[in-house]
């Protein structure tokens, strides 16, 4: 550890009186040369102007021992100047250094002998430099910034940590790593301030080569609960990595096995819910489920979260956990609002889903519509006002639509009003909202005005609509599920690729649900991808079997074989094949 202070010195200079980083390499006694700038001659001033010589000695003695190649200034006994510098150190603390320097040419051209007191003189020459080399760092010149700093070597002291950081990246920049880590040696073997040396440690661990940091770490001091200083740094730049990686949304892992089993090592050993959460988001972007989840329960374990939390309700939902995933979200939908959107969409993937859908107890549709005015969740509503209007229950369909409108204007909620204004005969409502929303939302025109004589027969016997099964179609089609729909468009277009990516990028956001996976099938079909379609029917059938699910496995069977005719396979309307 860096050496005690000097008895006797004054107590601001515990770090000015150990020696500067030497820029340049070699052993600096002060700063390599007569340059008084980085030491505190107070003490030394305030005995001369009392003209206690013995103490003047003893000082001189002093700071000689500590820097041999200091001298006394020249100017220690000169007569004190007249002019009051008050004026001078006041610009000075507002950071206003030229009109410092123009003020002092003013005085010294009303006062011939004036010359400004060392201390001044020190104190602006250290913040002109300051500025030199802070300029050229953040402008990328990191040979003019590292020039500035020879020019000044007395900053490079832990009192002037910014300046100290700022000269080790540009060393680091400019590719002469070697200099980069000796400077990072020099603050860690010399400053003391616990901050400062993490902060040190955290701008090397992203500069240096491994190797490096790792000597680096040896550095390090034992802490009071007997681990090591550094220990959390090895990982800074793998953390970088990984976070990286799932900012980016890569689906390929590009961390070796063994820098990832030993960063999990550690996160295990040291009991970091960070980490483990990190590495909880890092398989879930792998998509390997089951190892986030059991590391966003150990992130919950060690330090309850909703962000943790919030993975681990993902990672169920994406494992098909899906009552375990619902309950969490629920329980907690209050402390985050990103649990809420995943509880809605989660309930409201069993609502239109018409397998499950009539399941629905009371209970559930109640603390539903209690988040879903809460939150004021617009797809929530469109939900249930797809859900009701499914029950013949239009009127109650039309409320929660007029919600879902009102909280949020989108193309769901105002389709749903325009089925309820058909549906209730509403011709002038209708026309209201083709008024108003016809020419952002396109589909609004699909809409028809009820016409007595022409009854239209639904989807579902004894329903009327228009158009025929809109009502249908889109609770079953996802209600607020904009992606749902839209691979259901370009699935009925022909566009089967197209309704693949959209499919997968709905799975990515809000993870696998039964209506997406039984479209899926189909566009496998259509592609002649059979084995695709094959295990995404069976892997369905397992879950709930049903028409759909045991009609995609013959519709494989039949299409891989030729079984039947093309043309007499021509399906393009999901629940209709």
């Known amino acids: 550890m860096p050496p005690a202070a000097t008895t006797g010195a ?25 340059d008084r700038s980085g030491i505190d001659e107070s003490a030394l001033r305030y005995y001369a102007e009392q003209r206690n010589l013995e103490r003047v000695g003893a000082e001189i003695r002093r700071l000689k021992t500590l820097y041999p190649a200091w001298t006394p200034p020249a100017d220690l006994f000169a007569p004190k100047s007249d002019v009051d510098e008050q004026p001078l150190w006041d610009l000075f603390a507002a950071g206003r250094f030229a009109e410092v320097r123009s003020r002092i040419a003013t005085y010294q051209a009303q006062h011939p002998t004036y010359r400004p007191s060392a201390d001044l003189a020190t104190k602006l020459d250290d913040a002109d430099a300051r500025q030199r080399i802070k300029t050229a760092f953040e402008a990328g010149d990191w040979s ?6 020879r020019e000044r070597p007395s900053l490079l002291v832990c009192a002037e940590m910014d300046v100290l950081w700022q000269v080790g990246e540009a060393f680091a ?6 200099r980069a880590f000796d ?3 020099y603050v860690l073997t010399t400053c003391d301030n616990p901050g400062e040396r993490l902060a040190t440690m955290q701008k090397a661990a992203l500069l240096l080569p491994q190797k490096g940091v790792d000597a680096l770490i040896t550095f390090g001091g034992t802490l009071a609960n007997g681990s090591r200083e550094f220990d959390g740094i090895r990982f800074q730049k793998l953390r970088a990595q990984i976070g990286e990686a799932i900012a980016a949304g890569q689906k390929r892992s590009r961390v070796s096995a063994n820098d990832l089993q030993a960063y999990e090592r550690f996160a295990k050993a040291t009991l ?3 980490d483990a959460s990190l590495l909880g988001w890092y398989h879930y972007n792998l998509q390997r489920f089951d190892m986030a989840k059991e590391w966003f329960s150990l992130a919950s374990d060690i330090k309850p979260n909703p962000k943790h939390l919030e993975g681990y309700v993902l990672s169920l939902r994406n494992l098909d956990e899906l009552d375990t995933a619902e309950d969490l979200a629920y329980r907690e939908y209050e402390d985050s609002p990103e649990l809420a959107k995943i509880y809605v969409e989660l309930v409201a993937d069993r609502m239109n889903d018409p397998a499950v859908a009539a399941d629905l107890s009371v209970a559930d549709l109640g603390r539903f519509q209690t988040v879903v005015e809460d939150t004021r969740s617009a797809l929530g509503a469109q939900t249930l006002g797809w859900h009701l209007l499914e029950d013949e229950k239009i009127h109650e369909a039309g409320t929660w639509f007029e919600k879902s409108v009102d909280w949020d204007v989108t193309e769901e909620g105002v389709l749903g009003l325009a089925v309820v204004a058909s549906r209730t005969k509403n011709n002038a409502g209708l026309k209201q909202i083709k008024a108003r929303y016809g020419d952002e939302f396109a589909t609004l025109a699909e809409i028809e005005e009820y016409a007595p004589p022409a009854r239209v027969v639904s989807y579902r016997p004894g329903r009327s609509a228009a158009p025929p099964s809109r009502g249908t179609r889109r609770a079953r089609s996802g209600g607020g599920d904009k992606l749902m729909r839209q691979a259901n468009q370009q699935f009925q277009a022909g566009d089967y690729n197209g309704a693949l990516a959209t ?3 709905r799975e990515a956001r809000s993870g696998k649900s ?3 996976e039984v479209l899926k099938g189909w566009v496998n079909i259509k592609l002649r991808r059979w084995d695709e379609a094959d295990r995404i029917f069976r892997n369905q059938d397992k879950k709930r079997s049903t028409r759909d699910t045991r009609f995609g496995i013959g519709a494989v069977a039949n299409s891989k074989y030729g079984m039947w005719p093309e043309d007499q396979n021509n399906c393009k309307v999901r629940f209709k094949c």
């Open 183 to 185: 400077l990072y040696g």
């Open 503 to 505: 499919l997968n990028k």
């Open 173 to 178: 920049r400019s590719g002469d790593l070697a």
């Open 144 to 149: 003019s910034s590292l020039a500035a700093a």
């Open 272 to 274: 970091s819910a960070e």
């Open 10 to 34: 004054p107590a601001d200079a515990t770090h000015r009186n150990r020696p500067a980083f030497s820029i340049d390499g070699g052993v600096d006694a002060q700063t390599g040369s007569g």
């Open 514 to 516: 039964y209506g997406a």
